[in-house]
């Protein structure tokens, strides 16, 4: 089963390494964390702690650079997007380049009013994680009532024509509620399901928080897989669970990431020891792309994802 999205990501049944899809029709997308605030206090969060805002000004010259980089489309990420009251423009600023928006949030807090702002401005996807039932998910991300409120703003933007990927992060306690999360998927009208294996966040030691978080087994997780797709109406892809069948990672190819304090690397899940990323500068974003893949190949740079923390 294979769906293509409205800007160019493949949304099929694959078990990949990286969670980031090859672009079809070339070019690549850009992650862009526009703030690192965020209301919640999920345990497995991978963001710098440190509050920093990307600045508002610098929207309009990035993404005019993006786009005549060939960039396709802008994953706008966070912390939370949502706390940004000038997330509509962002998004605007975007869809007049030319670049698909896909809103990546905890969608805590959108309301249908702001929902169809956003549209207006050229929103067209939108991806949320959902960790279990209800009791389960808001226990997780420690706020009582997320479950609900998010589900209420997938209803809101499926109702307005945005795309949807949901994304259940998996680990051994939590495998019980991947079938809950296959059905909330398809209430929703989901284009697809994405399960993750949980990334280890930058401030907590390996060894401490691998336990905390244990692999829920890759027979029992293959068998659970096999079922659901079995009867799926949507494609359902894995990240980080079926390493052999596919070493493939996007980093400075099919993605780039922009950090908050506008530092560009292979992607937000990147990391190096010998280079710091560039920090791009109005007019100088096509020359730090170039360095950056060079540095790329020379294996300057490393994926920071749920395979480089075993």
Not at 40 to 48: A, D, I, K, N
């Amino acid at each position: 089963m294979t769906r293509p999205a409205a800007t160019g990501s493949l949304r099929d049944n694959s078990d990949r390494v990286c969670r980031f899809r090859p672009v079809s029709g070339g070019g690549f997308r850009a992650a862009v964390e526009v703030t690192r605030r965020c209301r919640l206090r999920c345990p497995h969060c991978f963001v710098p702690p440190q509050p920093l805002d990307l600045p508002p000004l610098a929207t309009p010259w990035l993404m005019a650079e993006l786009k005549r980089e060939g960039c396709q489309k802008i994953l706008i990420t966070g912390g939370e997007p949502l706390l940004r009251a000038d997330l509509e423009e962002m998004v605007r600023a975007a869809a007049a380049a030319g670049i698909g928006v896909d809103l990546n949030s905890t969608l805590a807090g959108l309301t249908a009013e702001r929902a169809r702002a956003l549209v207006e401005a050229g929103l067209t996807e939108a991806s949320v994680s959902f960790y279990g039932d209800r009791a389960f998910h808001d226990a997780f991300v420690r706020k009582s009532g997320c479950y609900d409120a998010a589900l209420s703003a997938c209803l809101s933007l499926r109702a307005l024509g945005v795309e949807l990927d949901v994304h259940g992060p998996l680990w051994a306690e939590n495998l019980c509620h991947a079938a809950h999360l296959f059905a909330l998927a398809e209430r929703i009208g989901a284009a697809s399901l994405t399960f993750f294996r949980i990334v280890k966040p930058l401030n907590v030691g390996g060894a401490a928080w691998l336990s905390s978080f244990p692999d829920p087994g890759r027979s029992a997780f293959a068998g659970i897989l096999d079922e659901l797709r079995m009867r799926a109406s949507l494609p359902i892809r894995t990240v980080g669970f079926h390493q052999q069948e596919d070493e493939s990672c996007e980093q400075a190819c099919s993605i780039v990431g922009i950090d908050a304090a506008l530092r560009l690397s292979p992607c937000l899940l990147s990391r190096s020891d010998r280079c710091e990323p560039a920090v791009i500068r109005q007019g100088g974003l096509g020359q730090a792309l170039r360095l950056l893949r060079a540095e790329v190949q020379r294996g300057d740079w490393r994926p920071w994802c749920g395979h480089d923390v075993q």
